[in-house]
């Protein structure tokens, strides 16, 4: 079986990326140091043929012992809470670990696929965002720790593209839901259903006018996996163009749970970006690929999900 790393890969994509990967015949070594990532996520891969778990912090140095053909670097905190929580180890994941991923890949020969993300557009005042967009971001603000630290890690990935002529794909991902979210992650979503699910009022910040895509897991983990598998080494826009207000989406969960709750509003939070919608004409273009599941369905399966997590507790 020919060998792939997935760092962060006990987190909420890497896990799915890990059965992924299983699936189309890999060996995959997992890894993660926990900290916002979870065992329980792959507990379920421990028992499959060429699945292995290393406990281990990325910016550190770095050695798989054998062959790899590819690695997937997704070793990020991913949602404010976790980054704000943890200021400097998001932006050392994303540069000293984004450094150590590219050296590995130099010295095996390996493609890799760098997990960026929508933020690097910041606040933007371009919409939808294209690939070609170089953002609006606030560096010395409370989101530039993760907003940088992306940017960093695309521009250190085309470094290493030009300079050492490693194979590196690079995808921006827009925001993805689905089962094996946190439910305390601070997302909209997953707060929003928490909140819904167990009754209590439904947070909303702003007036809720500013707007968000949702992407479910599965179509993000195809779109992933086209870009890995593709010729192109620019960055792929890879999220749900069906574009919908924090208030009207925090409407519909309730809708779909039928939930009680009272919907509270609450002063914005610093640097929240006022819109949020992929262009994947690129996307649909080099990778034939375009989302498949309506949000409404997303949304029931991601609910279904939840509800269990909050029954186990």
């Known amino acids: 079986m020919k060998k792939i790393l997935i760092t962060g890969g006990a987190g909420f994509l890497g896990s799915h990326l890990c059965e992924r990967m299983l699936d189309e015949g890999f060996a995959v070594v997992c890894m993660d140091n926990l900290v916002t990532g979870s065992l329980d996520n792959v507990a379920h891969l421990f028992g499959r043929k060429g699945f292995e778990f290393h406990y281990y912090d990325v910016t550190h140095y770095l050695h798989v012992p054998g062959d790899l053909v590819y690695i997937l670097h997704f070793a990020s905190p991913a949602s404010p809470v976790d980054y704000l929580r943890l200021p400097i180890q998001t932006l050392k994941v994303g540069s000293l670990g984004t450094h150590k991923v590219l050296g590995l890949a130099r010295a095996k020969g390996a493609r890799v696929l760098i997990a960026s993300t929508s933020e690097v557009y910041g606040d933007p005042l371009e919409h939808p965002q294209k690939e070609s967009y ?6 010395v603000g409370l989101r ?11 521009a250190m990935t085309m470094a290493y593209h030009r300079y050492h002529g490693v194979e590196t794909r690079i995808a921006r991902i827009f925001n993805t839901y689905g089962p094996r979210m946190r439910l305390d992650d601070g997302r909209a979503l997953p707060a929003l259903v928490g909140q819904a699910l167990r009754g209590e009022p439904m947070t909303v910040f702003g007036d809720g006018s500013q707007t968000r895509s949702f992407c479910y897991v599965d179509d993000q983990i195809e779109g992933l996996t086209r870009l890995l598998f593709s010729n192109e080494t620019e960055p792929v826009n890879i999220g749900n163009p069906e574009e919908i207000s924090i208030l009207d989406f925090a409407r519909e969960i309730k809708s779909i749970i039928g939930a009680g709750s009272q919907i509270v509003f609450k002063p914005l939070p610093e640097d929240d970006p006022k819109v949020r919608r992929p262009d994947i004409t690129k996307a649909r273009e080099l990778l034939g690929w375009e989302p498949k599941v309506s949000r409404r369905e997303g949304l029931e399966k991601t609910i279904a999900y939840f509800k269990q997590k909050i029954h186990a507790v």
Do not use: L, Q, S
């Open 134 to 139: 170089w953002g609006n971001v606030n560096p």
């Open 144 to 154: 530039g720790v993760y907003d940088e630290a992306k940017r960093f890690m695309e």
